[in-house]
């Protein structure tokens, strides 16, 4: 099993806010990150697919077909985009990056088909990472 | 279990080729990639090893030593070659990132002693990598 990972980048801006908790304890859980203007990072997703490499091509994807999946599907909805507006993605969540990671995974895991997607992983700043490979028994 | 990696850099040129399939759909499937001509990276392998230190010294392994089995085993392998033309150790396999992954796992393994071989990352450009654990699953 051979795992490949191409790194893409956006920028996106976002408010930690959830409307159904009071005001004063919004800012206490969020603090700067609930200022109500919002904020932004440049984010770097790390998408990684698994499999073994194709005898007649020697990939296990084809990095175009995986790059137009990702411009179309994650780039295209999230690149300059203000999260708290998706509301398909944040219905009842808050757009934390740990809550960005795991739609991001669930879009490619639903809607690429050329190879399984195994892990993303987002990095909000050079500082803080978060990953998410999806459920596994016992976690 | 300690894990130890030892990063090292080579650069080398490639292109893909499949010579089973005609120009047209060569032309297809590998994109800009099947330029005759080849071009080049500065891949960067990430070589982790396991093992426990050595009470007397402790070490996992000695680094000056893996060091001479990096240079020997890859930098003498891969460093300025073109690996279509330079590298049998490929053994016919179309160098993708995938297949030259595969290719260091097989020189590398048994030729380091007193560590187990753990994984391997190799790096064609900062934006694209593979992980390699010998065939088994990312733990």
Sequence with gaps: ?139 | MIYLTRKVEFSASHYYHNPALSPEENRRLFGKCNNPHGHGHNYVLEVTVAGEPDPATGMVIDLKELKQILEREVLAVFDHKFINHEVPQLNGRIPTTENIALTLWQLLEGKIPGARLHHLRLYETPDLFVDYYGGRARP
């Design chain 1, 1 to 139: 099993m051979i795992y490949l990972t191409r790194r893409y980048s956006f920028s996106a801006s976002h408010r930690l806010h959830n409307p159904q908790l009071a005001a004063e304890l919004n800012q206490r859980i969020y603090g700067k990150c609930n200022s109500p203007y919002g904020h932004g990072h440049n984010y770097a997703l790390e998408v990684t697919v698994a499999g073994e490499p194709q005898p007649a091509t020697g990939m296990v994807v084809n990095l175009a077909e995986l790059d137009s999946f990702v411009e179309r599907t994650i780039l295209e909805r999230f690149d300059q985009a203000y999260l708290n507006d998706d509301r398909d993605a944040f219905a009842s969540a808050a757009p934390t990056t740990e809550n960005l990671c795991r739609a991001i995974y669930h879009l490619l895991q639903t809607g690429f088909c050329a190879a399984p997607v195994e892990r993303v992983r987002l990095e909000e700043t050079s500082w803080n990472a978060f990953e998410y490979a999806g459920e596994r028994e016992g976690e």
